[in-house]
């Protein structure tokens, strides 16, 4: 049977940028087996396949795979597919409601071309401290292929935070130290991997492009993830880091973070924080992305 799919470049409006992902729009009777299988093919950092939803007053459920495992939930997957469904609606302003594993998730769509268009979602859930210590400097730089005094700037120091995944979160002293950076295989996971397979989000805040606040990188390779273009899910962790470190007073804060400079897939994520008596209240997170392509997959 053959089944409509298209790809997408997300948090980008430039093709051949942002993070890549598929979105199979016809999946009735496929197996998640199968599903899996379909994602290891087009082996994008993530692959959806869209539902109906069980409320029909939202707008679709989804199905996140990465190339080794379901998701629960995850962020460039959600902007893309949110443009993508809010185009074939007709490219209208509008608010909608994607279910995906980990629950509903509101998501806003603002049209720029007609391939092209911007949304934001509003985090399902706030980001927590995760369980699990993180080992000292030097354990941590030689599992990034650092010197010690490449960790740290301004007093940040490395820290665990979930949002539905849980990230490590490692602050770098310069771009040069984030351009230096890769898994070293030897200690990647040992150092990082608690519980599951490290996912490591490095930052700074030398960037490269003037009026951007963050330049990240994120590594993933134990779920087939060597280096991510752009992590939405990340960013909502973020927000739990940069709302704990007490830069961020009461009120609205927008945090422009670019991604992927490394990889030449340049991409760009706007992460919203609502602080209120010094907590966050809520996270959003936004970006455009593109339409490259349209076909259908036979399985």
């Not at 869209?50 to 795979?65: E, G, L, S, Y």
């Not at 980990?102 to 985090?123: K, L, M, Q, S």
């Not at 890769?182 to 490095?202: L, M, R, T």
């Not at 966050?280 to 036979?298: C, D, K, N, P, R």
């Amino acid at each position: 049977m053959k089944r409509r799919f298209f790809s997408l470049d997300v948090f980008t409006e430039r093709r051949f940028a942002g993070n890549p992902l598929a979105v199979v729009l016809e999946p009735a009777g496929l197996e998640t087996d199968t599903m899996q299988a379909i994602a290891r093919e087009f082996n994008y950092p993530e692959t959806v396949f869209v539902f109906q939803p069980a409320d029909r007053k939202n707008r679709a459920a989804i199905r996140i795979f990465n190339p080794a495992a379901e998701m629960p939930f995850a962020g460039h997957p959600t902007v893309g597919t949110a443009v993508l469904l809010a185009l074939l609606d007709g490219g209208s302003e509008e608010d909608f409601v994607l279910e995906e594993k980990i629950g509903n998730v509101p998501c806003r769509f603002e049209p720029r071309t007609a391939d092209t268009g911007y949304a934001r979602f509003t985090a399902p859930s706030l980001p927590v401290a995760a369980a699990g210590d993180l080992p000292g400097k030097t354990e941590i730089a030689a599992a990034l292929s650092l010197a010690p005094d490449d960790i740290g700037f301004e007093g940040a120091v490395p820290s665990r935070w979930a949002s539905g995944i849980t990230f490590s979160f490692v602050p770098l002293r310069n771009i040069d130290a984030a351009a230096r950076a890769h898994p070293n295989p030897a200690s990647f996971e040992k150092v990082f991997g608690i519980g599951g397979s490290a996912k490591v989000y490095v930052f700074c805040k030398e960037t490269a492009v003037a009026g951007h606040d963050f330049h990240v990188r994120m590594f993933a390779p134990g779920v087939g993830i060597p280096e991510d273009p752009a992590t939405g899910s990340a960013a909502v962790g973020f927000a739990g880091l940069l709302t704990a470190s007490g830069r961020y007073g009461d009120g609205e804060h927008n945090v422009r973070i670019e991604q992927g400079y490394e990889m030449k897939r340049e991409s760009l994520v706007d992460l919203g924080l609502m602080i209120a008596g010094g907590r966050l209240a809520s996270a959003t997170v936004g970006g455009s992305a593109v339409i490259i392509t349209e076909g259908a997959i036979s399985a």
